[in-house]
């Protein structure tokens, strides 16, 4: 007969890779304390990585070793899982759309939920609770637009624009327009002065 810890592995082997496991999740198993305990031995032994309390994680086997799964994959599967909105930091965005050759030593995405830190393997991610206007549009260029200005600040947004102007499709751009009524105002004058000279 399988005991728990069994169970658990087989249940987390058939989740895509960066799925987050919440003991919650797995109490057809068995009870909360003993799948908290399942977890937490788990962990001492290897099979299952501690992203943060209450959070574990699968790493993947390849033929090299064992390596933490993908941060964004677990970030996206964690998104789901919750219901929450995660999208990349403003500097990540700003890298993304050839702003800044600044590449972010950290791995820190915005979220509709509760700032909170994760630990995948070696690699720490942060999730900072962001406010609505800078959680639009996620996985759209139009996004890491706003994204980018934000991070980028009022001094050196119109330049970003401009530059930008001539890299997104006209879609994108007209994406970035229709948010304005959302967008702090400096950033929608930048934004309206952009378009007035389109």
Do not use: C
Request: charged share 20%; net charge positive.
């Amino acid at each position: 007969m399988q005991t728990l810890s069994q169970k658990i592995l087989e249940h987390a082997t058939g989740l895509p890779e960066g799925a987050p496991l919440v003991a919650k999740e797995l109490l057809h198993l068995g009870n909360r304390a003993a799948v908290d305990q399942a977890l937490s031995r788990l962990v001492q032994r290897g099979p299952l990585l501690r992203a943060s309390r209450g959070i574990y994680v699968l790493p993947i086997e390849n033929r090299f070793g064992t390596r933490a799964p993908s941060t964004a994959k677990m970030v996206e599967n964690l998104a789901k899982q919750r219901g929450e909105i995660i999208v990349p930091h403003g500097a990540s965005s700003a890298n993304t759309l050839g702003l800044t050759t600044q590449v972010p030593m950290q791995a820190i995405y915005l979220t509709s939920g509760p700032s909170r830190r994760l630990k995948l393997g070696a690699q720490k991610v942060e999730l900072r609770h962001a406010p609505g206007w800078q959680l639009i549009y996620p996985g759209r260029a139009a996004g890491d637009v706003v994204r980018a200005l934000a991070w980028l600040g009022p001094e050196r947004s119109g330049k970003a624009i401009r530059t930008l102007r001539a890299k997104l499709s006209p879609a994108e751009m007209e994406k970035v327009t229709s948010a304005r009524a959302r967008l702090p105002t400096w950033m929608a004058q930048e934004i309206s002065a952009l378009v007035s000279h389109g």
